[in-house]
Nanobody, 122 residues
Framework: QVQLVESGGGLVQAGGSLRLSCAAS????????MGWFRQAPGKEREFVAA????????YYADSVKARFTISRDNAKNTVYLQMNSLKPEDTAVYYC???????????????WGQGTQVTVSS
């Protein structure tokens, strides 16, 4: 079992920045790929970014490319999402997920955190 806890969400004005963190505990000895997803009110959950165990491979949704950066510190069992140039449409609950397969991230078999709210005001 892996437990994931997100933090760093909050209220920010458009154009501002936030850094989300996702701390993993439990069975962290395995090599998990990690990802960030978000869900806005009335919308389905959508992919934001993902990173391989080594950090050598990253993926981003087109809507966040060049604004968001995913990174990880395996010594701290933590994954980060640096969000710059935030827009009101980035408002959502952000969740992190863990999967042994990078390409398998996002399904119900993943480990999921409880989410952290990000609100961007215009």
């Amino acid at each position: 079992q892996v437990q994931l806890v997100e933090s760093g969400g909050g209220l920010v004005q458009a154009g501002g920045s936030l850094r989300l963190s996702c701390a993993a505990s439990g069975r962290t000895s395995s090599s998990y790929a990690m990802g960030w997803f978000r869900q806005a009110p009335g919308k389905e959950r959508e992919f934001v970014a993902a990173i391989s165990w080594t950090g050598g491979t990253t993926y981003y949704a087109d809507s966040v490319k060049a604004r968001f950066t995913i990174s990880r510190d395996n010594a701290k069992n933590t994954v980060y999402l640096q969000m710059n140039s935030l827009k009101p449409e980035d408002t959502a609950v952000y969740y992190c997920a863990a999967d042994l397969d990078l390409d398998g991230l996002g399904d119900d078999n993943d480990y999921w955190g409880q989410g952290t709210q990000v609100t961007v005001s215009s």
